[in-house]
């Protein structure tokens, strides 16, 4: 039975194999080249108290490519919230999830990890237009330590969205995109865009997609959050 606001959940507790179960449908619809690990950020899950014994385990050469529901930042959506966690060594630019089946960079969101740990998130749009959301070292994840990430966007207007950046969840960066233009590429991928240079290397867990902007009291890991300052970008094209 599908879950209600939920079109995709994907634990990676199949612990061997190649395709992944989308549970909130209960319909494989990833298939990937990666290995499993034990190493998982917590068990039980918070939020839904189910248990959790893998991981999925990138290499800078394995991918996992998605044909089930699209990417939830994509134009199919409105509001929306991205949720995964992430354990990653220090490493050079490495896309985490690239929201396009092949190689072409334009009508995607790409959400990567830069040296440092820095987050970068941008998309661009179908006529190749860049929208960058987040950049510099305004969100850092610490190397090698299991790190929760919530992106989710709110609908203000047709000519406004703002996303909220949370870490652990604790906010830290809004962007106003004040010209929205959303990607609406079918077919992912978590680990880059399967050409050497762009997979990731670490570990990912429970990536989960929900169509509405939730609050941290929502998210997987529901942790109190520790308040942080938060930096705002104002974009307009």
């Known amino acids: 039975q599908a879950l209600a606001g939920i079109p995709a959940y ?32 917590i068990s039980p899950i918070p939020q839904t108290g189910a248990g959790n014994g893998f991981s999925l385990a990138f290499n800078n050469i394995a991918s996992a490519n998605y044909t089930g529901p699209d990417f939830i930042l994509h134009a199919g959506y409105g509001a929306a919230t991205l949720e995964f966690w992430i354990k990653a060594p220090d490493q050079p630019h490495s896309s985490i999830f690239w929201t396009r089946p092949d190689t072409v960079d334009s009508n995607r969101f790409n959400i990567s990890i830069n040296p440092g740990g820095a987050l970068n ?14 950049s510099g070292s305004t969100f850092v994840i610490t190397p090698d330590t ?52 762009f997979q990731m290397d670490g570990l990912i867990d429970e990536v989960r997609f929900s169509d509405t902007a939730l609050s941290p009291s929502g998210f997987l890991n529901a942790a109190a959050p520790i308040p942080e300052p938060r930096t705002i970008v104002l974009m307009g094209w």
């Open 121 to 134: 998130v941008d998309y661009r749009d179908p006529s190749a237009g860049l929208h960058e959301l987040l």
């Open 10 to 41: 994907y634990r990676f507790e199949e612990g061997s194999g190649t395709t992944v179960l989308n549970s909130a449908t209960g319909v494989s619809n990833g298939a990937h080249g990666a290995a499993y690990s034990s190493d998982v950020p």
């Open 146 to 197: 299991w790190t929760h990430i919530a992106i989710t966007r709110q609908i203000d207007s047709a000519s406004q969205h703002t996303y909220d950046f949370y870490r652990n969840g604790s906010l830290v960066a809004t962007a106003i995109d004040s010209n929205p233009d959303l990607p609406t590429a079918n077919g992912w991928t978590i680990s880059g865009r399967t050409v050497a240079g």
